[in-house]
């Protein structure tokens, strides 16, 4: 970003190669995110997956989630959906919203899980309720659509998991690194 120093993808490449190499988690993600788009790099799907991995295997959630749209899209790797599934369950199941919404939409389709319009809408809504972006737009039509094909009685089931799970894991409000 050019902070304390000149700016440089060159030079961002080098120093979180150094720190990645060390097993720092956040320099794992930024090179899988320089290989994933291509910032600095040529851009290498395999790469990316390789250096998200070693930082979801950490437990960031954001180098999950990236792995469950990559084994989702088979970019990087061969495509699949049960992998996916996991990845971004992982990511979810620590409060990141694309991860929720993203774990809804493999629910409402039916790729690598049963197809299931409560956990759906479930994920769907805790998505909405944690996301403060633009996406958060995109979640509430989402999560009606589904509403619009489920029961009353599938609706009430949604949203009490989503209450039940809202009231076991409770907002941090730490600024992200």
Do not use: C, K
């Not at 910032?39 to 180098?63: C, H, K, N, P």
């Not at 970019?75 to 699949?80: A, K, L, T």
């Not at 979810?92 to 790729?111: F, I, K, R, V």
């Not at 769907?124 to 009353?152: C, F, Y």
């Amino acid at each position: 970003s050019g902070n304390g120093g000149p700016q440089g993808q060159a030079a961002a490449l080098h120093w979180y190669g150094l720190a990645a190499e060390q097993g720092h988690v956040y320099a794992q993600y930024n090179l899988g995110v320089m290989y994933n788009s291509g910032r600095g790099v040529s851009e290498d799907g395999t790469e990316a997956i390789r250096w998200f991995q070693l930082a979801a295997e950490q437990g960031y959630d954001r180098a999950q989630y990236n792995l469950g749209i990559m084994y989702d899209t088979g970019r990087g790797v061969s495509q699949d959906h049960a992998e996916a599934v996991r990845w971004l369950r992982l990511a979810a199941e620590q409060g990141h919203a694309n991860g929720m919404s993203y774990l809804g939409a493999m629910y409402g389709s039916g790729n690598g899980v049963s197809q299931d319009y409560v956990q759906a809408h479930m994920w769907r809504s805790l998505a909405v309720s944690r996301d403060t972006s633009a996406n958060q737009d995109i979640a509430v039509e989402a999560r009606d659509a589904l509403a619009n094909r489920m029961t009353p009685r599938q609706l009430a089931e949604a949203q009490y998991l989503a209450r039940e799970w809202e009231a076991a894991h409770p907002v941090n409000h730490e600024p992200p690194p």
